[in-house]
């Protein structure tokens, strides 16, 4: 087994942790890194994006749908 130090908040070693192979002796894999700070820093924000609809926008003109290809009669 490996051992790994403990430090204290002020950077004092306070004393020694044995870390078992079985757990952490494997490669690391980056994409989860990766994958876990996307995560944590989506969960920060604070979700008040506001899209207009047609409804909101003042005078926008544009067409809901195209004319042709939908399937709906006109």
Known sequence: MATAELIDIRGE??????IKDE???CEVKLYLIHDVVRMQFASRRRGT???KTRKDVN???SKLYKQKG???AR
């Open 13 to 18: 070693k306070v004393g020694e942790v044995e």
């Open 23 to 25: 757990i952490f002796n």
């Open 49 to 51: 994006v506001v899209i």
């Open 59 to 61: 005078a926008s003109g």
């Open 70 to 72: 939908m399937g709906r």
